[in-house]
């Protein structure tokens, strides 16, 4: 897997991008239109829209508004919101006698031979339209459609796909489904025309936004500005729009976006009584939502799914599986680069891939299972600048230093995955931790040796950092926080949870079986200088750092902080060095209890280090410095091979000779043994960056 960067900054610090905007670029009109008609054939009368129809309550035909039902108290939610019964009295509906008032279930449908169901405009199935006018509206049906990537070892012969006649869209009939060919490799993929939905219920976006009114339109903003700049892979122009005209907009990528940004907004701040956003309702919704669209996935699946992931409290192993296996069937496990896609698209394609890939490799890393994404079947190029096109407004004032910094921080986020997916493979495997066991006394020696690419990785991935990435750009580290290097704390951690990752494999290959004293403190020392970096970073993380978006994976970044100090004491030789971790655990837990106050998710950290602390109880004490000394000190008796004396037959020579030295001579030929330059005196492979965070 390529590691390498290929992102370049402009003297600016920004990626060059176009100066349109990307509804005037890519014809938004034509998109927006096309959406409109998918939408409006999915969503019931009470979502389509406001007017005098039987579908809308009294109250909201005199305000005329939308209409949408709370069927938790079988009225819609802005009768519900005023505290005011819903009736249809003013309902143009046929009656005899008095009308009576009527309450109505959740989006109660009319059968589609009533009156209003004849006004709603006829919409026509996408898989038969005509050409479209636009190169774009033809590409968006494959954006909001559900869509199958065809493999090569279904029951469909690909080959045959190369003689079926296609039109002016590259697009054929295969039975009662259409293909499209989207690139000269023989990629085709396949549109879904019926989506089984069984008794799935419809959700409108206006119920999805009931939820958190009224603070919709200040979520929107706060997820563009808090979450979008570090994760990339929504269009926010395109978002904007679709969500201000209601058109093209799914209702799980807004309650994604809404259940993700809600920790962002305090209820409280505006007024005492205001009304509080329903979380676990949202929440509820939103997993339901992506469970059944999991079987016939989309673009915005993916996306919602990965926005969704990103909530520590719901991202699962389970999910995790899930979505991959949806990124397959849309073929984003494949190089798009030569693929008939305008270029917003396929930089698009390639930002979600490599979220989905950074996904499933800190999930296996965190659920301590097995990736879903090898290398083998992955083609995805590494990002470019032009897969930055249109992703950030280009009327914002911090335009310049907003595009820079959200591309950087996101492709050396991916750079740093590629590192910990080789660490995952090369270490925590059965395959590997089987391997190693069979070298035994060579053990801690073979893991050294493996470790040293991925050492020489981490360390010029740091080296190469831009400024624009530091803890603070004027190189006086944490002591002025702007918003953007507030963001780069994440990355940081990543980094950190890595190395750890990484010498946490090299300390438990330490026995007395496995490495000589010599040995042991070389690794050790390495260790005991990334645990003291890391547990510094943390005590020197201010508010705006801990406020600011952290992923799911992060919380158990800063349990494996602790984890690692637990492992140090455990395994110290000496009862003088277990005191000393003993000591920067209780600060380091100290620092977890008021960092929390700005980050909840601390808590997950906190716990998880208190319950190694209780397990700690049951590891035997260590023996003093002194103690371990006078024992190394006295003599050994070493058997040697029979040499030619006077003595008697069957006697045996015996040479005293002290174990610290055996141990330093043993241990200079386990060196020279590693065929240098692994370790030397002046450099070894545990040497890692001098970072002061």
């Known amino acids: 897997m390529a590691a390498a960067i290929a992102v370049q900054s402009s003297p600016s610090g920004r990626p060059s991008a176009p100066a349109t905007s990307y509804q005037k670029a890519h014809g938004s009109d034509n998109l927006l239109r096309h959406h409109a008609q998918v939408s409006s054939s999915t969503l019931p009368p009470s979502a389509r829209g406001t007017g005098q129809d039987t579908s809308s309550c009294d109250a909201c035909l005199r305000r005329k508004s939308r209409c949408a039902m709370n069927e938790m108290v079988n009225k819609c939610y802005s009768c519900e919101f005023h505290r005011q019964d819903c009736t249809f009295t003013l309902s143009s509906r046929p009656s005899t006698g008095d009308v009576q008032p009527k309450k109505r279930k959740l989006d109660e449908t009319l059968p589609e031979d009533t009156e209003s169901a004849k006004r709603q405009p006829p919409v026509t199935p996408v898989s038969q339209t005509n050409a479209p006018q636009a190169n774009n509206d033809v590409t968006s049906k494959f954006w909001c459609q559900p869509i199958q990537h065809i493999g090569m070892t279904t029951e469909l012969e690909p080959t045959l796909l190369e003689h079926i006649p296609l039109d002016q869209n590259d697009e054929g009939v295969v039975s009662t489904s259409r293909v499209r060919k989207f690139g000269d490799d023989g990629t085709f993929v396949r549109v879904v025309n019926t989506v089984p939905v069984g008794d799935t219920q419809v959700v409108s976006l206006d119920a999805i936004e009931s939820l958190v009114a009224p603070y919709g339109s200040t979520l929107i903003d706060k ?394 109880k049951h590891v035997p004490d260590k023996p003093a410095i002194d103690d371990l000394m006078t024992s190394a000190a006295k003599p050994t008796i070493v058997h040697q091979p029979r040499m030619p004396t006077t003595a008697p037959p069957g006697d045996e020579v015996l040479e005293i000779e002290p174990l610290r030295d055996t141990g330093r001579a043993r241990s200079s030929s386990v060196i020279s043994g590693l065929a240098s330059p692994i370790m030397s005196d002046s450099e070894s492979v545990l040497d890692v960056p001098e970072v002061s965070h």
């Open 223 to 616: 997820y563009f500005e808090r979450v979008h700049p570090g994760f990339p892979i929504l269009m926010e122009d395109s978002f904007r729009e679709s969500y201000r005209t209601r058109k093209g907009l799914s209702p799980l990528l807004l309650s994604a976006v809404f259940v993700l940004t809600l920790k962002f907004v305090d209820p409280g701040s505006a007024s005492p009584t205001a009304r509080r956003p329903d979380v676990s309702r949202l929440e509820s919704t939103a997993l339901k939502l992506l469970t059944d669209s999991l079987p016939h996935p989309s673009m915005s699946t993916i996306q919602a799914g990965l926005l969704l992931m990103e909530k520590s409290s719901l991202a699962t192993g389970a999910l995790n599986a899930q979505l991959v296996t949806a990124g397959f069937e849309l073929g984003l496990h494949q190089d798009c680069s030569n693929w008939r896609l305008d270029t917003w698209e396929k930089g698009l394609r390639k930002r979600m891939a490599w979220a989905l890939y950074m996904q499933d490799k800190w999930s296996a890393l965190v659920n301590g299972r097995p990736s879903h994404i090898f290398a083998f079947n992955w083609t995805v190029k590494d990002l470019v600048e032009q897969d930055f096109t249109d992703v950030f407004p280009t009327d914002s004032e911090e335009d310049d230093t907003q595009v820079g910094h959200g591309a950087l921080l996101f492709s050396h986020m991916v750079a740093l995955t590629t590192i910990l997916s080789d660490i995952l493979d090369r270490f925590y495997t059965l395959q590997a931790m089987e391997e190693f066991k069979s070298f035994g006394y060579n053990q801690t020696r073979m893991i050294l040796e493996r470790a040293k690419p991925a050492q020489i990785r981490l360390k010029n991935w740091f080296a190469l950092l831009p400024p624009q990435l530091k803890m603070d750009s004027t190189g006086d580290l944490f002591q002025t926080t702007t918003e953007e290097t507030a963001r780069n704390g994440a990355l940081h951690l990543a980094y950190f949870a890595t190395e750890i990752t990484l010498h946490r494999c090299i300390v438990r290959s330490l026995t007395s079986k496995t490495a000589d004293a010599y040995l042991s403190h070389i690794c050790r020392s390495a260790a005991k200088t990334r645990l003291i970096s890391a547990m510094d970073f943390v005590n020197r993380l201010r508010p705006a750092h801990l406020r600011s978006f952290w992923p799911a994976s992060a919380r158990t970044n800063f349990s494996l902080i602790g984890s690692f100090g637990i492992l140090l004491r455990i395994t110290a030789p000496t009862r003088e060095e277990a005191e000393f971790y003993r000591i920067r655990l209780c600060e380091y837990r100290w620092t977890l209890s008021v960092s929390k106050k700005n980050a909840q998710f601390m808590d997950f950290a906190l716990e998880s280090l208190d319950n190694s602390t209780n397990l700690d």
